[in-house]
């Protein structure tokens, strides 16, 4: 029963345990703005404490004080009692005069707990600026429901819907923490703290252009931290892989939070802007998305018993610090306490184990963040270098992203010695602290003892000074920069048949037992040629796995005279248009796809593309020739009477470059993989 004066003011009830397991009644009065209060009267006391406006006073049934405005909280103590009234009698005075009369059972809340982390209630850009407005989300609406009041920075936010809005004090200095506050519905303070991974930044202008500079690895469900200069108009033209993005969780005009969705698959993705958004096809940027899977004993969990847990992260061969956290205490107990820091193992399998033990049934959640500084644009000086901004760390690479010299801007590849993950890092770490430089990636190459790091550079410093300074480092084996390669030739298969002269092939030959890579762009395996014939499939890129004309067109001919043989195709080239043969690969993605070549034993390795001499590659393909196998790069068969020396002797490839018919020669009369002797010519 609810009775309310002149329908200016309304009250609600509802209970929930304290910090001792005590019931608290919590009592809210809202009305017309203005609109004063003096007293609050329950019919369910005694009652031992009370949260009340200052200068009020507890009485045996209530409480009553100088008059105040409404909106009113007060929080009352049961004395004696853990259990809640089933039904409650409220009335709500002013100068003697009954404004609200209310009689009804309690609504039951959960217990109140003070976030540790801010963060993880509430979405804030991990770079800002004193004096610009922000658009937050929340991600726990169970810690912070609608309807509470939020305080940032001092000022107190407008909610919009599901998310916020607020504009920064303009007092704020380079270097500031943001405050974060959050008092529910109740009045009961559920978030009080900075927000640990956001930084004030410099106020400098970079002007009205969105760019996207850099960004940060994320997991799958959770936000990604791009960095850059993002007009509000912007805020919404991020891109994964060419495919819209939802509305960041937050947004500022120096980095943006946005989420990475279900179902993207670990590994690398680009991550790129809409140009209809004011981006420019130079806005690209790789990130590395993981994923962190868990196998449990679930029964064990369910009976009380202690087991271990694995868990194994997707996406990454590199170690990586965690943060995790048991969300549910009373069901799962974890071994080592409920907060802890943990690290990956790195390499394959990546992951750490935990012991669990089950205290009661329910669902449960242990949740878990990278440790450190998650984004790189949260202090101020990743934002200084706007003029600058690094190369993409991967294909495809716009044409803004390349040097006019054949390779890609801001970017350095070092070969170091092979060792374990950590061992890895930690070098190409220590490399980049005494060269200036930022490690991007770190990539076993099993094939020659080598590990691949790939460096950006922050600064202006132009891409041959930064490779000489690696290259006299006596801790690399070799300095260079990351090449461009592209394939070329006429779109039909009449050009690629006349230019490995099939005509003039032994029709006996068939390839049998043969493995051939085909290091191309990905291949359309339902094409009705290769029906079949593709034996297994690998993808270096980073972008989504994908088809392309050229790729298509040599695993084709592979086919076609050598029925026998295994085709790999191993996707390192991404089309320049769908509709292109065209395509373009780097250093990088090359390197990878040899050495993947190898490690799966291929006997031929064809590298339809050309480009300059790249000591990387030869280094790598040196080390298949040693091992019996047979390489090729048929369109340089186009230019090798020209500029390129005799077949055999290419600066690109050395002494493994074969021509189009000892290659396919070479399929069928290769020993195969089950011993067989090679046929007579």
């Not at 306490?337 to 009661?360: K, M």
């Not at 084709?556 to 026998?564: C, D, E, F, L, P």
Request: hydrophobic fraction near 45%.
């Amino acid at each position: 029963m609810l009775w309310m004066a002149a329908a200016l003011v309304g009250a609600t009830l509802a209970a929930r345990p304290d910090a001792q397991g005590r019931r608290e009644l919590l009592v809210r009065v809202e009305g017309t703005p203005g609109t004063q209060v003096d007293e609050v009267r329950l019919e369910a006391g005694p009652f031992s404490d009370a949260h009340l406006p200052p200068a009020w006073t507890l009485r045996k049934n209530g409480a009553a004080g100088p008059a105040v405005t409404v909106p009113l909280h007060l929080r009352f103590t049961l004395d004696g009692t853990r259990r809640t009234p089933g039904r409650v009698r409220v009335e709500v005075r002013m100068a003697g005069r009954v404004l609200v009369q209310l009689q009804a059972a309690p609504e039951e809340l959960g217990p109140l707990r003070l976030a540790r982390e801010p963060d993880q209630v509430v979405a804030v850009p991990p770079a800002v600026q004193a004096g610009e407005s922000l658009e937050l989300a929340v991600l726990d609406v169970k810690r912070a429901p609608p309807g509470g009041r939020w305080t940032i920075a001092g000022v107190e936010a407008v909610e919009r819907g599901s998310r916020l809005e607020v504009r920064l004090p303009a007092t704020l200095q380079a270097g500031d923490l943001i405050p974060l506050r959050y008092r529910d519905p109740w009045g009961g303070l559920a978030v009080d703290g900075p927000a640990a991974n956001t930084r004030v930044v410099l106020s400098e202008s970079a002007g009205d252009s969105p760019r996207i500079l850099s960004c940060s690895p994320g997991f799958v469900n959770q936000t990604l931290c791009v960095c850059g200069n993002f007009p509000p108009a912007s805020w919404a033209g991020l891109r994964l892989d060419g495919r819209s993005l939802d509305r960041p969780a937050a947004a500022s005009s120096r980095s943006l939070l946005v989420w990475i969705p279900e179902g993207v698959k670990p590994g690398l993705h680009v991550v790129s802007g809409d140009p209809e958004a004011g981006f420019t096809a130079s806005d690209r940027v790789m990130t590395t998305v993981m994923h962190l899977s868990a196998q449990v004993d679930q029964a064990a969990i369910l009976r009380g018993a202690s087991t271990t847990a694995w868990f194994q992260l997707l996406g990454s061969a590199l170690p990586l610090a965690l943060k995790i956290a048991n969300e549910d205490p009373a069901i799962i107990r974890m071994e080592g306490g409920d907060e802890q820091l943990v690290s990956t193992s790195g390499g394959e399998p990546n992951g750490f184990r935990l012991g669990l033990r089950g205290l009661a049934k329910g669902n449960y959640t242990i949740r878990y963040k990278r440790a450190g500084e998650l984004c790189p644009c949260a202090a101020q000086e990743a934002l200084r270098g706007a003029g600058s901004a690094p190369a993409p760390p991967g294909p495809p690479a716009p044409p803004s992203a390349q040097d006019p010299r054949g390779f890609l801007r801001a970017r350095v590849l070092s070969l170091i010695p092979l060792a374990s993950p950590p061992a890895m890092a930690a070098t190409a770490q220590a490399l980049a602290a005494t060269h200036g430089v930022a490690v991007a990636e770190v990539s076993p190459l099993v094939s020659t003892n080598d590990g691949l790091v790939v460096f950006t550079i922050p600064d202006a410093t132009d891409v041959p000074i930064k490779v000489a300074a690696l290259a006299a480092d006596p801790r690399v084996r070799l300095a260079q920069p990351d090449f461009l390669f592209e394939t070329s030739g006429q779109e039909s298969m009449q050009y690629a048949g006349r230019l490995m002269r099939t005509d003039h092939l032994d029709p006996s030959l068939s390839g049998q037992g043969i493995t051939v890579a085909v290091i191309d762009t990905g291949v359309d395996a339902r094409h009705p040629r290769l029906s079949g014939r593709i034996s297994a499939r690998a993808n270096v890129t980073g972008a989504a796995d994908a088809a392309g004309i050229h790729g298509t067109l040599v695993a084709g001919i592979v086919g076609g005279v050598a029925a026998r043989a295994g085709i790999l195709s191993v996707q390192a080239c991404l089309p320049l248009s769908a509709e292109s043969i065209r395509a373009r690969c780097t250093s990088v993605t090359l390197a990878k796809a040899v050495d993947l070549a190898l490690e799966r034993k291929a006997r031929v390795l064809n590298l339809s593309v050309g480009g300059p001499r790249d000591r990387l590659l030869e280094r790598l393909i040196d080390e298949a020739v040693k091992r019996s196998s047979v390489v090729v790069a048929a369109t340089l068969l186009e230019r090798a009477a020209a500029d390129l020396g005799p077949p055999g002797k290419d600066p690109l490839f050395g002494s493994g470059l074969v021509d189009g018919l000892n290659l396919f020669r070479s399929v069928s009369d290769l020993p195969g993989e089950r011993g067989q002797s090679p046929r007579k010519k």
